[in-house]
């Protein structure tokens, strides 16, 4: 028999890859089913307008047309779109709009007909007459007091004003040298996945089932936010998220399209499909950041930071999606990034304006406030003349001081935040780029080094901290179960749409019981399968779902063991799994293979007093606490002065994550962030214009960056493992995101020193760097 | 209207709307569902698939344009039941974690190794730009591309 490797820790290539790279996953719109129709749906080209009339005779009598339905047919049949976070004011947000629409992009119609070439012919129809009004798009603007009011029931666009006061701030402003002012924009992005949204919904009368295909990252709660909409029972929907084609928060969430699709295929007795086109999705999935932050920073002339004051203007968009009105609350929280800066304040007030909500987006607060962090250092540094990396290491937590409370209320698990800064610097060979950009300098050339030293936080839990209207928690899920052959199944309540914990997950059962990765098959995203679950989002899989699996194959471990002690006649402390057998610890040639234990299991000839037949167990786990990844990224420009092209000469990512499963993967996760925080630092923007029509609707507008747009990245981990869980692991599917925006941000602004100028707003485009280097030589 | 042209080896005749678009021809009729759609633009290159040898947006092509042409799709890939150098060098080198675009990025890697055994990163950069990957930051698909590079190289010289 070969030598089954351990798997934990090695470069374990995934998975999930064969069916991937061979065009034979299934992803929503490789659903195909009997008799199924396609569904589109008229979308209101207006920011904000009053529907006088919706003209559908047309396009009820077209070719191969099956239903056409209006808001004013869904009234009362439908719930609202659900927000289960906290806010004053939520409005109703129905599924197809009535009487007015307040975003460009809000559902009005929806067509049902034999293929989507006749739902588009249908759609062509319909004829709405619209009294157009007008529309509030700068949130600053919103609570001004002649703008248009988006919910008149409100009378108001406020929808949430929070405040975290702190006198110790005014004393913090008394003592500083120099108390310094500026504002932040964290501009409106679209998480843009390559796979836009898609929904499949069949009906079985008989039973009275739906089944639901969905691209989503939250299949339960999905599942249980649908109950509550259709008035269906939660025993009589299945949700599955088949493969999902990338999700980065867009698709943590309930969109109008999910019910929509479910009464279609209810209503008229047949599969019906959906699928976003790439307009809708930039139009009408959730967006993400869009804060706007005006802060005050209380600093001494020797970098030590002593308070800040914060004010945040938050676009909510029109209406409130699942989590909206939650998402700001991270980036005031986590606003004193990695420094013990003894006093924070903050308010915060959300507009509601006429464009598509936000929601989570890949880091959700977390960038916004590691942003807010990253700059204030550089500002404090630039003001008193020091170096930033002197700046940071001032204020760093000591990592003796952890488990470290901070400013805004939380308790950091671990950290070395100086490790991980030394390690950055001496890969970017910082000294000796200091020196060459001294030197470049005086030949005209713009040379600029960033630096960003983030903490972020993952694996919310417990579940006191999620909003008290999700139904489920911060916990996560777990079966583990031997089949009769000794194959495992691992049940995952997360429901992975890249991450990869098919591969993970074999990693750490199959080292657990001394198997091969192959004899390990991990199931999620189907909520007939699978016990119920939170999902994926907020780095939270590997960090939530892990304990919850290890603990499970510790109970099924404790099991197997006894049933092994009596057979073998040794106590259960001195076994262990190895090579497919329980074996003694202390002498691995006397052992049982794995098969006999779960032959005496299954087969149960003699039964063990105590012990049940079968071998599965289950687990909800419930986090302690939450994690705290960080570490530093440093970012090497040189900026063109004759264009304002930013050019990397080097990109260094070292990140701790805590312990490391899977070394490979990490270093994807990473990339994969760093490629969106690098894209808010210089390329990307949803844009609205002045009256709310929007600009990016396309791929060739909505800049999402091309291979050749990024840098190569060097990348490097400390370890410095988590003690709230017994993985030791923190999370990484955001840090990238949250760590490069501010390097990138830094590195250009210190390029353009020479020119005085203190800041610019994301993101940094040529155009802009341009006008800035133009207005300075000016000035 | 007829159309006859050759998909993954195997000849066939159909009869479609002549607005057909050749990846909802490859997707819906022929069954194939490994090329995806992802812009409807020819702006991501999800839908990129090989027609007489070089890489095309299936998007943006009516079927009825394929006309006795020669197509092969990401399932028309492997043979004898074993990887093409690059569908292993996207495993090899997680060159992919959603794999939504990753069909597309492997006919057009394989479309540029056909004109450029041995690519720089640079060129490979250049070459992939019009496909987008919003998973890996492109650094693990560029090394997939070396991989395969080297691979075909290797196999070439045996």
Redo the contacts between chains.
């Keep these: 028999m070969p030598v089954i490797p351990k798997f934990v820790g090695e470069r374990v290539k995934r998975r999930e890859d064969p069916r991937l790279v061979s065009g034979t996953g299934t992803y929503v719109d490789d659903v195909k089913l009997v008799g199924m129709v396609s569904a589109m749906i008229l979308r209101s080209p207006y920011p904000h307008a009053r529907i006088n009339s919706i003209d559908v005779s047309k396009a009820r009598t077209a070719d191969g047309v099956v239903a056409v339905l209006t808001g004013e047919d869904l009234r009362g049949k439908i719930g609202s779109v659900p927000c289960v976070a906290p806010a004053e004011r939520v409005p109703f947000h129905p599924v197809l709009a009535h009487g007015k629409v307040r975003f460009v992009g809000e559902p009005v119609a929806v067509v049902v007909a034999s293929n989507p070439y006749k739902a588009q012919d249908a759609l062509d129809l319909l004829e709405v007459d619209y009294d157009p009004l007008d529309a509030v798009v700068d949130p600053e603007k919103a609570f001004d007091k002649d703008a248009p009011i988006i919910h008149e029931e409100f009378g108001t666009n406020l929808c949430t004003r929070s405040e975290v006061p702190n006198p110790q701030v005014d004393e913090a402003m008394r003592k500083a040298d120099k108390v310094i002012k500026f504002r932040l924009v964290n501009q409106r992005l679209a998480p843009a996945p390559m796979e836009p949204r898609g929904v499949v919904a069949q009906w079985h009368p008989g039973l009275k089932q739906l089944t639901l295909w969905s691209s989503t990252q939250i299949p339960h709660l999905l599942r249980s936010q649908l109950a509550e909409m259709l008035k269906l029972g939660e025993n009589h929907i299945r949700v599955i998220a088949p493969e999902v084609g990338g999700g980065f928060g867009c698709k943590l969430n309930v969109y109008p399209e999910e019910a929509l699709v479910a009464y279609l295929a209810m209503t008229l007795n047949r599969p019906v499909k959906w699928i976003e086109r790439r307009r809708e999705n930039l139009s009408a999935t959730t967006h993400g950041r869009d804060q706007i932050t005006y802060l005050e920073v209380a600093a001494r002339k020797d970098g030590e930071v002593l308070g800040i004051k914060a004010s945040f203007v938050c676009d909510m968009g029109a209406y409130l999606h699942l989590l909206t009105p939650a998402i700001p609350g991270f980036s005031g929280l986590m606003m004193t990034g990695c420094y013990k800066i003894p006093a924070l304040a903050f308010e915060q007030k959300f507009a509601f304006t006429n464009k598509m909500s936000t929601d989570a987006y890949r880091g959700a607060g977390r960038p916004e406030a590691a942003y807010i962090a990253e700059r204030v250092m550089d500002m404090v540094a630039s003001e008193f003349g020091l170096d930033p990396a002197d700046v940071r290491r001032k204020n760093f937590i000591p990592k003796e001081a952890f488990p470290a409370p901070t400013a805004g209320g939380l308790v950091y698990d671990s950290g070395d935040y100086n490790l991980a800064l030394d390690k950055a610097l001496e890969m970017a060979e910082y000294k000796k780029m200091r020196a060459e950009q001294e030197a470049a300098r005086k030949q005209g050339r713009l040379i600029g080094i960033g630096i960003s030293s983030y903490v972020e936080i993952c694996g919310i839990g417990p579940s006191a901290l999620l909003p008290p209207k999700l139904k489920g928690g911060g916990w996560e899920s777990a079966t583990v179960r031997i089949e009769p052959d000794s194959k495992v199944t691992v049940l995952t309540g997360i429901s992975p749409h890249g991450q990869g914990q098919e591969t993970t997950f074999a990693q750490l059962v199959a080292d657990s019981f001394g198997i091969d990765i192959d004899d390990v098959v991990v199931i999620h995203g189907d909520t007939a399968q699978v016990q119920y679950g939170i999902g994926t989002f907020g780095s939270r899989g590997t960090t939530v779902g892990g304990p919850a699996l290890m603990l499970t194959v510790q109970k099924l471990q404790d099991k197997m063991k006894k049933i092994a002690s009596t057979m073998m006649e040794v106590p259960p402390d001195q076994l262990i799994f190895t090579q497919r057998t329980i074996a003694m610890a202390s002498d691995p040639a006397r052992s049982i293979p794995l098969q006999q234990v779960v032959d005496a299991a299954y087969g149960y000839k003699m039964p063990i007093p105590g012990v049940e037949p079968g071998l599965e167990e289950k687990t909800f786990y419930e986090p302690s606490a939450c994690t705290f990844p960080f570490g530093t990224h440093v970012a090497v420009v040189e900026v063109d002065p004759e264009t304002g092209v930013v050019k990397f000469l080097k990109y260094v990512a070292v990140d701790d994550c805590g312990k490391i499963i899977s070394p490979l993967l990490v270093d994807g996760q990473v990339h994969g962030g760093i490629a969106q925080g690098i894209a808010q630092a210089l390329y990307e923007e949803v844009v609205y214009d002045e009256n709310g029509q929007l600009v990016t609707a396309s791929l060739m507008d909505y800049a999402v960056p091309k291979a050749d747009m990024l840098p190569h990245f060097d990348c490097a981990n400390t370890v410095t493992p988590s003690p709230v869980n017994i993985l030791g692991v923190k999370g990484v599917g955001e840090a990238g995101t949250i760590g490069s925006t501010p390097c990138v941000v830094n590195a250009v602004l210190d390029a353009l020193k020479p020119f005085g100028i203190r800041h610019l707003d994301m993101p940094l485009k040529p155009e802009k760097i341009w006008n800035a280097i133009r207005n300075a030589k000016k000035a | 209207m007829r159309v006859s042209l050759t998909v993954n080896g195997q000849r066939r005749e159909d009869d479609i709307?002549p607005?057909?678009l050749l990846v909802h021809y490859l997707?819906?009729v022929v069954g194939?569902?490994?090329?995806?759609?992802?812009?409807?633009?020819s702006?991501?290159g999800?839908c990129t698939v090989l027609m007489n040898g070089r890489a095309v947006k299936s998007c943006t092509i009516l079927a009825v344009q394929a006309e006795g042409a020669e197509i092969t799709?990401?399932?028309g890939?492997?043979s004898d039941g074993k990887?093409h150098p690059v569908?292993e060098g996207?495993?090899?080198e997680?060159g992919?974690?959603?794999?939504?675009?990753?069909?597309g990025m492997?006919m057009m890697a394989t479309d540029l190794l056909s004109r450029n055994p041995d690519p720089s990163?640079?060129e490979?950069?250049?070459a992939?730009?019009?496909?987008?990957?919003?998973?890996?930051?492109?650094?693990?698909?560029?090394n997939a591309v070396r991989y395969a590079a080297n691979r075909m190289r290797a196999s070439k010289g045996a």
């Design positions: 709307e607005r057909t997707r819906e194939l569902t490994g090329t995806h759609v992802g812009c409807e633009t702006l991501c999800a799709t990401v399932e890939l492997s990887f569908q996207f495993w090899e997680h992919l974690q959603c794999g939504y675009c990753t069909p492997i990163e640079a490979i950069r250049a992939l730009e019009g496909n987008l990957c919003r998973c890996t930051g492109y650094q693990h698909i560029v």
